[in-house]
């Protein structure tokens, strides 16, 4: 449950969340995704007067595993869907409520932690207005002229902590150089498809001075790579990457030192030999007068890194993570209200991720997770005893897909590599809300439980409960 309330000038002053998570007949990650809700649900906004409270309840259903999002998706439909509803209610634009309540640099999130920089959500916002002001014109012209199908723009922000709630959460990366010139990547971090082998050692080879090309990585085997931690709270770009940043750096600095050469000197790394041209000039040294250690490396370097948190007191109040990630997205549909069909016809999707390592990775994960969204938000329904197997739990294909465009926004973060944000999670927090919001702008009904099925949404027009 939630409730929310604003002055008359449309600033959210209170806010009050309640949820109950049900973990099914064993814990499994109930008790953990309930934990990370109450610090997210307020979702990214200033609000001066705040409660949240969640627990995991144990029910005869099956066990509740841990899922894209981790509760945070869910607090958000309520959240999102609430601010549309208030900012109605105070006769204002639903994109410019949301713009004068967000938080900003300098600003006391609902936990006390404040960000000198690197809070991209207005900036997100804002880089929908054209489209929302443009669509929104264009769904009203459209609804003048049909009677039966009708457009909604829709849309919804979101944020997500990177990271484990408050606990320790290292990756160690190691990197070295072989008598021969190669250079080796560590790297235990698991690429499940998100791309952390090409981002992790994009970040590595930056810090060292080489092209990534030149890299070999030996991916994760426990018998001869770190433990770089595990692939979740959208942390391997944050986490990992820090890590090989410093393990980069430090095998740069032991190269520069054995060579006595400047901080900037340019590195050519290969063929036995390492050369290295500062303003002085060139230097060489050669790799097979180094003593070479029982892994075959001449240089090698292994370094750590554990985000810098703080365990959240008896009033919540702390560091839970040390940075968050920030989404907006709109959502243009078309309905159907005689079958209540809902066509999605359009995404703009605009995400901070401090620095785009690697845009074209960015560019899928925002795809992936807008389509597991549009799923969560329309399709996939789970009804404990008869959904057996995905002949009757539909998940979207690539035809239930609409054209998305990408909004990267960069606004770098204090603590991530070279000013990264992760983004694993974050995508899939605003889609359903927007959605939702989208549906409620074409028809005038507001859908209270995802999936929005055909049957859900008819009801809702028709004004009555859904079978």
Known sequence: TLRIGADKDGKICGFDFSGAFDTGAYASWGPTVANRV???????????????????????????????????????IAQESLFDELADKLGQDAL??????????????????????????????????????????AAEAFNAQNTIRKRGVGVAGGWYGCGNTSLPNPSTIKSGIQEDGTVVLHQGAMDIGQGA????????????????????????????????????????TFVSGNAARLS?????????????????????????TIRAKDAVGEHVLELNALDADAEGYVLHASETYDPPTKPLDENGQGHPYAQFGYATQMAVVEVDTALGTVKPIKFVAAHDVGQAINPMLVEGQVHGGIAQGLGMALMEEYIPGRTENLHDYLIPTIGDIPPIETIIIEEPDVHGPY???????????????ALLNAIKHATGVRIQKVPATPSAVHAAIKGKPAQ
């Open 197 to 236: 082998n090409t981002v992790i050692a994009q970040v590595f080879a930056t810090a060292l001075g080489v092209d990534v090309g030149q890299v070999q990585r030996i991916g994760a085997d426990t018998d001869v790579t770190p433990d770089a931690g595990k692939t979740s709270a959208s942390r391997q």
């Open 248 to 272: 980069g750096a430090a095998l740069r600095a032991a190269i520069l030192e054995r060579m006595n050469v400047a901080e900037d000197a340019q590195l050519e790394i290969g063929g036995g």
């Open 419 to 433: 000013g990264a944000k992760g983004l694993g999670e974050h995508v899939l927090v605003p889609t359903a809300p």
């Open 38 to 76: 109450p610090v997210h649900a307020s979702g990214p906004y200033q609000i001066a007067d705040y409660t949240a409270q969640s627990k995991g309840v144990h029910t005869n259903n099956p066990p509740s595993g841990a899922f894209r999002g981790f509760g945070v998706p869910q607090s958000a």
């Open 96 to 137: 410019e409520f949301r713009i004068a309540n967000v938080l900003k640099n300098g600003t006391p999130t609902v936990c006390g932690q404040v960000f000198g920089q690197g809070v991209g959500i207005k900036a997100c916002f804002e880089a929908l207005r054209p489209a929302w002001t443009k669509e929104r014109a």
